[in-house]
């Protein structure tokens, strides 16, 4: 595990470092390249905080002291919120991103910040697993007593035999003439929130031809503690 969160963090160190090393040095530095080099900064830098995010996310889950604060909420604030952390990375030349909420949706009980960090997780996955021109979906529905959070994308999809894997910690998918990205937490993660949740999800794939995953959360009761 170490090993794995030491290479995560240091490919985009390199990259800022290198990127930012170069503007340093040039005395006359080329606007339309700079623009480019910031923008790479950029990504970096996302991709670098949420590595942080989920290393700190699996420590507190992996030493039982993940904290969830349930309330009464809309879904549309979940959805909202996840929305509002990927849109500027999403709004991107090649990449389609549209958001579908029904109207009148019931309410959930949900922890608001760590259920919108698994949607963000599997938006950020859509996005990561797509090639140059992205079309990614974000629905939130009813189906019977739950609600459910999908993300569709248009991306490498995966193989049936990893359905029954993905979920677990440091498992990665090996994909030919790329060997394996992340350090398999992300999943891991969403999982683990969702349960928490007392919610499951479902996941359909195919291999080129993109990936549907979908959260479900139950329809909030008047006494949903009660057994």
């Given at each position: 595990f170490l090993s794995m969160v030491s290479h995560e963090l240091r490919t985009p160190l390199?990259?800022?470092?290198?990127?930012?090393?170069?503007?340093?040095?040039?005395?006359?530095?080329?606007?339309?390249?700079?623009?480019?080099?910031?923008?790479v900064i950029t990504r970096e830098n996302h991709r670098l905080s949420r590595l942080v995010d989920d290393f700190l996310t699996f420590s507190r889950l992996e030493r039982?002291?993940?904290?969830?604060?349930?309330?009464?909420?809309?879904?549309?604030?979940i959805t909202e919120s996840a929305v509002d952390s990927?849109?500027?990375?999403?709004s991107t030349p090649g990449c389609d991103f549209r958001v579908e909420t029904s109207q009148d949706l019931p309410p959930i009980e949900a922890d608001v910040p760590?259920?919108?960090?698994?949607?963000?997780?599997?938006?950020?996955n859509?996005?990561?697993?797509?090639?140059?021109?992205?079309?990614?979906?974000?629905?939130?529905t009813r189906l019977h007593d739950e609600v459910?959070?999908?993300?569709?994308?248009?991306?490498?999809?995966?193989e049936a035999n990893h359905k029954g894997r993905i979920f677990e910690k440091f498992y990665r998918i090996q994909r030919p003439g790329q060997g394996s990205a992340g350090v398999g937490l992300g999943?891991?993660?969403v999982r683990s929130i969702v349960e928490a949740h007392r919610?499951?999800?479902?996941v359909e794939s195919t291999p080129g031809h993109g990936s549907r995953f979908a959260i479900h959360i139950p329809i909030a009761t008047p006494n949903p503690r009660d057994p």
């Open positions: 390199t990259s800022i470092r290198m990127l930012v090393d170069s503007l340093a040095g040039d005395p006359n530095p080329d606007p339309e390249r700079t623009r480019q080099y910031l923008g039982g002291r993940m904290s969830y604060d349930f309330h009464t909420v809309a879904p549309e604030e990927v849109r500027n990375r999403f760590s259920l919108s960090t698994a949607l963000i997780n599997l938006l950020e859509a996005f990561k697993y797509s090639g140059n021109e992205k079309r990614i979906l974000l629905t939130t459910c959070f999908a993300v569709v994308d248009n991306g490498c999809g995966f999943l891991h993660i919610g499951h999800i479902e």
